[in-house]
């Protein structure tokens, strides 16, 4: 039997207590000391994550630096598929988080899908071969899109159409105006009561000055339109185009600032044929001479090469403004409603015409 020493037992309780006080003074994770306040970091950071991690946000970064036009969005998807594509890696590999990976990689497919979508609406828009040069020729310096004209020509809004030789496109009296046509190929005459006015070329319009002073459709055309050699031509119906107007109001007005062009050439071509009942021609281009006879210049002078202002004059002088209207309406029948606001002003130093839309 082994002797009880009280001393040894005194001993063995103060190691004892010795033992709990460090253990209680110590921190229990690591991040905690006896002086930090509750949930700080005070000096105990911890390392920097991993490469993936940094490497994600500066994709992030360069992606929110990224512009605002169609290919900056472009950029800027693409560099969030990469960011959210190593973050995914890195909450996998390394971090072992479900929930975080799941996050990461959903993001990442929703980028995927929005950057697919932006190249389907960038993807370029073919035309066909006689539509595309009635786009480069017509609609694309007046800053019209592809995709705009894509929608102007679709199939449920207008139609391709043949025209032998010989054949009407439109017969005097008779053909409403509640259409509108481009001549895509061929040559067209447009004659008045069997008499031969002008020509109609390849991207012209058929019917522009039927179509801008009727606005109801109604009216009958006042020419006969014949195809002089075989034609093919685009028509779009007049409600067509007004329902189209009205959702896209540029193409509108683009339109009609192609009708007024179309609608002035020809009249030019017209210029030959328009004769006063004396003889004189009337040329619609005629510029007004009040400058030159602000300058001295003497326009009735024979040797003046502005005097035939000056004849035009004393052929005009005992004609009525009206009358000459009137007379200039019967010599321009494709007009149903009259030359589109034109007004003739005569004066005993001027004669002037001026068309305008």
């Not at 609609?139 to 207008?158: D, M, T, W």
């Not at 000055?209 to 034609?231: L, Q, R």
Request: negative net charge; aromatic residues 10%; glycine residues 4%.
């Amino acid at each position: 039997m082994i002797p009880y020493n009280i001393n040894d037992s005194r001993q063995l309780a103060n190691d004892n207590q010795d033992l709990v006080t460090l253990t209680v003074s110590l921190p229990t994770n690591g991040t905690e000391t006896p002086d930090a306040a509750p949930g700080s970091c005070y000096d105990n950071w911890s390392e920097p994550n991993h490469l993936l991690y940094q490497i994600a946000h500066v994709a992030l970064l360069a992606g929110f630096l990224a512009p605002t036009t169609a290919q900056g969005l472009l950029i800027y998807h693409a560099c969030c598929i990469i960011a959210y594509l190593l973050l995914s890696s890195w909450s996998w590999v390394m971090l072992c988080a479900a929930d975080v990976f799941s996050w990461n990689f959903s993001l990442c497919a929703i980028n995927v899908v929005q950057m697919f979508y932006i190249f389907y609406h960038l993807r370029p828009v073919t035309l066909p071969g006689e539509l595309a040069l009635i786009y480069a020729s017509m609609f694309e310096p007046l800053k019209v899109s592809r995709a705009q004209f894509k929608r102007f020509i679709a199939p449920e809004r207008c139609s391709v159409l043949t025209l032998h030789q010989g054949e009407p496109y439109a017969t005097q009296d008779v053909t409403k105006t509640d259409r509108l046509s481009i001549l895509l190929s061929g040559t067209v005459n447009v004659l008045s009561n069997g008499q031969f006015l002008h020509q109609i070329q390849e991207r012209q319009f058929l019917d522009s000055p039927e179509f801008e002073s009727s606005t109801h459709g109604e009216d009958k055309f006042h020419v006969s339109i014949i195809a002089a050699t075989p034609c093919r031509y685009i028509c779009w119906q007049r409600q067509s185009l007004q329902y189209f107007f009205a959702k896209d109001p540029y193409v509108a007005l683009v339109l009609g600032h192609i009708l007024g062009r179309d609608i002035t050439n020809k009249l030019y071509l017209l210029n030959e044929r328009l004769k006063l009942q004396k003889g004189s021609r009337v040329d619609i281009r005629l510029p007004n001479v009040s400058s030159a006879a602000l300058s001295g210049i003497d326009l009735t002078s024979d040797n003046n090469p502005g005097s035939g202002i000056a004849d035009i004059h004393s052929d005009i002088d005992d004609v009525e403004e009206e009358d000459l209207l009137d007379e200039l309406n019967e010599k321009m029948p494709m007009f149903p409603n009259g030359i589109p606001h034109a007004k003739l002003h005569l004066s005993s130093s001027t004669f002037s015409s001026a068309s305008s839309r």
